[in-house]
């Protein structure tokens, strides 16, 4: 999986990752509430969309494992080098 990250202004962020799945419904309820209690602008209440909760059979929890980030903005696009690129086995 590769989520990815962008803004007007061509900044960029690519994370490579392993992908789990999290099914047991207590590792779920403190993830949900780490969201709800974290302050803006990562805090967010997912109660708003999924009233059954974090045990509700539409609700679903990935564990994003990183193994390669990228970063990078305009000089990239110019063909500079980005400013960051790590990889676990790099960082090993």
Known sequence: MRPAYWDP???VALADCAV???????????????FRDAA????????SSFPDGPAGVTTSLLKLDPYRLRVSGMDALLGKRP???WSRSAAA
């Open 20 to 34: 789990e799945w999290i099914e047991d419904t207590a590792t779920r309820t403190r993830v949900w509430e780490r």
């Open 9 to 11: 202004t061509h900044d």
């Open 40 to 47: 803006p602008p990562l805090g967010f209440d997912f109660w």
């Open 83 to 85: 400013h960051l690129n």
